[in-house]
């Protein structure tokens, strides 16, 4: 009952089809970053007409931000069974091994590919590919790619954008917010989008979500402002299957500033030797690990957030004094420039930093071909959850997992549209009745939930807060999920609405998941049961609306 606002509402608008203006795909791809523009190249090339939907401005993604680079075996000296293994053993137990081995046989194919289309990734003559690789936290090998030092993201996502357009036969949409996934007898046939402050209909035969993050749920967070778990709400709504919900991953190094963003200080920092030291200079990440800070990020943020208690302080440094001044500059040219702007001399001064909301582990349930619970419904990147990840992502394998997975469902995508007819369900209709309840004021409530969540289903977890989370999360989404906002009044106001009620919903599952699952595996962590239980809980968590209680699914199952 409680939960009730949350597990029953299906669309956050009303509409009835014949009266919106309509578009049609046989592809739709809801992203623009890595995954989505991926797929939408390789949905292109089997023939269909593709249109992409971002909500923002086609910079504004996870994708474009990425810092550290792309991990790939591309040298002859690494190997594919060396990788498969780093990437298993990060993932504590909950990775899908079918999964992880597509993604680093498959990998490398995609990375040449786009060396083939431009992309410049940095070099350093002496190798196969003239590459030049890092090396960064739970890699046996240095086998990091990056671009422009510390702006992989940036080159990776012009690279694609720049095919994107190169290509006929995908359209794209900018500032087109996604609402919901259109169904209609259990398959998905598109989705409602506001276009141009109108809510716009559009049929899709195949529809793949490629929508990113939700770092945006938590007050320190590494994420852009789209990052609001847009996707994954749409999802649940519509009665997909998600997984993995508790596994959010934090990262343990973001610059501490009063009052500036917490801007990320890639991992490939400690890769080139970097120290973390306490408030005394003392280094103490060996006290917490062999692999000293170089350990997997889950250690190395909780071993933060234990030295900053232990010292009571409000954050711990990084420490590259002793690095050399200019390769450093040269090998990290966004983090000099961002330093400066703080007065902060690297080769004098301690860097301050704290960790932060990073990336979702895990999202949507799909196949190795992206294909979720819901026909019709495929999702890539990070909105997903191939099951690449497990119970903790590897460094730089996103960017990777964006590129192969997203080739795949594109190509699967389209093959089946070219191969089939649809006929669109014109008379779909849907009504709200409107809200008896008070307003509450939305700005509040969606910093308080991101402070909530920071607080209480953050880096250390225990069963009382996050019940007591849960709680107050049924409350505001009483209020909150009883509205119906509408562009009529402010298309701005509309989608802060609209996003409010997404960050609701998926705060709702990952505190959920986070309270069910009562053991600490991977990125999560109970205060409360600290330990590994591979005898109740070596099991993925499902999650279909309206329930509010998981379906287990064993380790290594595609079965969606
Ligand atoms: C600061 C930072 C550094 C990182 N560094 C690395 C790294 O070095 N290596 C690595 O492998 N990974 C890194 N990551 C993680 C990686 O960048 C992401 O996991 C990956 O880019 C996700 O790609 P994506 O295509 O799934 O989503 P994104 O790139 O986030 O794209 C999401 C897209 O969906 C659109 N969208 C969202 N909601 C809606 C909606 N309602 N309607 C319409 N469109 C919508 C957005 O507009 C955007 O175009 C980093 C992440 C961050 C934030």
């Known amino acids: 009952m409680m939960f009730e606002p949350l597990t029953q509402r299906r669309y956050l608008v009303p509409f009835k089809a014949s009266r919106l203006p309509q578009q049609m795909a046989d592809v739709l791809v809801i ?7 991926r797929s939408a190249i390789a949905a292109a090339e089997a023939g269909a007409d593709v249109l992409i939907l971002t909500k923002d401005t086609i910079d504004q993604s996870n994708t474009w931000y990425a810092q550290g680079g792309i991990a790939a075996v591309l040298q002859p000296a690494d190997s594919v069974e060396s990788h498969v293994k780093d990437t298993l053993l990060c993932g504590a ?11 680093i046989e498959e990998g490398p194919q995609r990375v040449l590919e786009l060396l083939s289309w431009g992309a410049h990734f940095d070099k350093k003559t002496g190798n196969a590919y003239d ?6 936290g739970g890699h046996s090998f240095a086998r990091i790619i990056h671009a422009a030092g510390d702006a992989t993201g940036k080159e990776l996502a012009q690279t694609l954008i720049n095919a994107v357009r190169g290509r006929e036969s995908i359209r794209v949409s900018e500032m087109s917010f996604a609402i919901d996934l ?6 998905c046939v598109g989705a409602l989008a ?8 559009i049929w899709a ?5 490629a929508s990113g993050g939700a770092g945006q749920l938590y007050r320190e967070s590494t994420n852009p402002k789209i990052a609001t778990a847009d996707g994954q709400a749409m999802a649940y709504r519509a009665g997909t299957t998600l997984a993995d919900m508790e596994m959010v991953q934090f990262h343990p190094t973001t610059l501490y500033v009063a009052g500036a963003s917490r801007t990320l200080i890639t991992e490939a920092v400690r890769g080139e030797g970097a120290y973390l030291v306490d408030r005394h200079g003392r280094r103490f990440m060996r006290d917490y690990h062999p692999s000293g800070e170089l350990a997997p990020r889950d250690v190395v943020s909780r071993a933060i957030v234990e030295q900053i208690r232990k010292t009571n302080f409000s954050h711990v440094y990084l420490d590259v004094r002793h690095l050399p001044v200019e390769p450093f500059k040269k090998r990290f040219p966004q983090l000099a420039q961002l330093l400066a702007q703080f007065d902060i001399d690297p080769s004098r001064d301690l860097i301050p930093i704290h960790p932060a909301t990073h990336y979702m582990i895990g999202g949507v349930d799909c196949d190795t071909v992206g294909r979720t619970s819901l026909s019709g419904l495929y999702a890539a990147g990070e909105a997903g959850c191939s099951g690449l990840h497990g119970a903790n992502r590897l460094a730089s394998n996103s960017l990777l997992e964006g590129l192969a997975f997203g080739a795949r469902a594109g190509a699967d995508a389209a ?7 649809v006929k669109f369900p014109h008379h779909l209709e849907h009504q709200i009745p409107p809200s008896a309840k008070t307003e509450l004021d939305l700005t509040d409530v969606k910093s308080s939930l991101r402070s909530v969540m920071w607080r209480n289903v953050g880096i250390e977890r225990t069963g009382d807060r996050l019940a007591e989370t849960r709680e107050i999360i049924a409350f505001w989404s009483r209020y909150v999920m009883d509205k119906t906002f509408s562009p009529a009044g402010g298309a701005e106001d509309a989608v802060a609405g609209w996003e409010l009620q997404n960050m609701l919903t998926v705060c709702f599952l990952i505190t959920t998941a986070a309270y069910t699952r009562a053991e600490s595996r991977g990125a999560h962590y109970r205060l409360d049961f600290p330990e590994v239980d591979d005898n109740h809980w070596r099991m993925h968590l499902l999650w ?6 998981p379906i287990p699914k064993p380790i290594d199952s595609n079965h969606v």
């Open 194 to 201: 506001l276009i141009k402050g109108e809510v716009n209909l």
């Open 93 to 103: 137990g909950l990775c899908n091994e079918q999964a992880v081995r597509i993604v």
């Open 415 to 421: 093959r089946w549209a070219m191969a089939n007819e």
């Open 544 to 549: 279909r609306r309206p329930m509010d209680t």
């Open 131 to 136: 590459l030049s690789f890092g090396l960064e």
């Open 182 to 187: 259109l169904t209609d007898q259990g398959q």
């Open 205 to 209: 035969k195949r529809t793949i979500l």
């Open 31 to 37: 992203g623009g970053g890595v995954a989505g523009l």
